[in-house]
C-alpha cells in the first residue's frame, strides 16, 4: 500500500511569506508526527496527533507554527512569518497508533528560507 | 529529558566486514526503541522495532539489541555491503508521546 506522503517536496520562500506544508499518512493510522531536521539540531519532535486532536503543542518552536489535521487523516503544518532559521526539512510520520507501534516517515518537505 | 546518544558519529569499513552501532539513552522509562536508516536528501527508512519488553529483534544481516535497565542498544550488521552505506539513526519512544532521536551514526562501507 501507499506510505506516508507529503508536499510540496521543495519549498523556496522569502522571509515574511507564509507557507503550508501537507502530509498524507498511511490509510488507517490515527497516530501523526511532524519533526524537523536541520543542520544544526539534528532531528526535533514538533507535534503528534492522535485522531484530529493535538494535545500538547509545547515543541513546537514559535507560536509562528500552527498544525491541524481534519477528518483523521491529512495534516497540515503551517508557518507564518517566516524566518532563515525555519530552513529545514520537515517531516512527517504515522503509526497505527500512540506508543508501542512503530512509526513510518514521508521523505520530508525541504524548506529554504531566502 | 531523554538525551540520545550514537557512537561512532562516523566509521569507514571494507566490505565484508562485521559492524556494531551503539545508541545510549538516559531515560530508560521507553516504550519502544527504533532503528532507521536514512540515505542522503531522503527521508527516514525503519529498519527494526524493539518493545521495551524485548531483548533483540532480527531482520536479514541486521540484528538489534535493547538493554532498558543500563540504557543502551546495538544494532550489529553482519558482512556488510557498499549498499549499506547511510547515515543510521536511533530512537526512544516515551512519556510525551514522541520520538527522541540521536545524532546518527554515518557509515560508509568501501568495495
Known amino acids: 500500500g501507499a506510505g506516508v506522503s507529503q508536499s510540496p517536496s521543495n519549498k523556496v520562500t522569502e522571509k515574511g511569506k507564509d507557507v503550508e506544508l501537507r502530509c498524507d499518512p498511511i490509510?488507517?493510522?490515527?497516530?501523526l508526527y511532524w519533526y524537523r531536521q536541520s543542520l544544526g539540531q539534528g532531528l526535533e519532535f514538533l507535534i503528534y496527533?492522535?485522531?484530529?486532536?493535538?494535545?500538547?503543542k509545547s515543541g513546537l518552536p514559535s507560536d509562528r507554527f500552527s498544525a491541524e489535521r481534519t477528518g483523521g487523516s491529512v495534516s497540515t503544518l503551517t508557518i507564518q512569518r517566516t524566518q532563515q532559521e525555519d530552513s529545514a526539512v520537515y517531516l512527517c510520520?504515522?503509526?497505527?497508533?500512540?506508543?508501542?507501534?512503530?512509526?513510518?516517515f514521508g521523505p520530508g518537505t525541504r524548506l529554504t528560507v531566502t | 529529558k531523554q538525551e540520545v546518544t550514537q557512537i561512532p558519529a562516523a566509521l569507514s569499513v571494507p566490505e565484508g566486514e562485521n559492524l556494531v552501532l551503539n545508541c545510549s539513552f538516559t531515560d530508560s522509562a521507553i516504550y519502544n526503541l527504533q532503528w532507521f536508516r536514512q540515505d542522503p536528501g531522503k527521508g527516514l527508512t525503519s529498519l527494526l522495532l524493539?518493545?521495551?519488553?524485548?531483548r533483540e529483534q532480527t531482520s536479514g544481516r541486521l540484528n538489534a539489541s535493547l538493554d532498558k535497565s543500563s540504557g543502551r542498544s546495538t544494532l550489529y550488521i553482519a558482512a556488510s555491503q557498499p549498499g549499506d552505506s547511510a547515515t543510521y539513526l536511533c530512537a526512544v519512544f516515551n512519556a510525551g508521546n514522541m520520538l527522541t532521536f540521536g545524532g546518527g551514526t554515518r557509515l560508509m562501507v568501501k568495495p
Open positions: 510520520a504515522s503509526s497505527f497508533s500512540l506508543k508501542s507501534y512503530e512509526q513510518y
Open positions: 490509510s488507517g493510522h490515527t497516530a
Open positions: 496527533f492522535q485522531g484530529n486532536s493535538a494535545p500538547d
Open positions: 524493539i518493545q521495551s519488553s524485548q
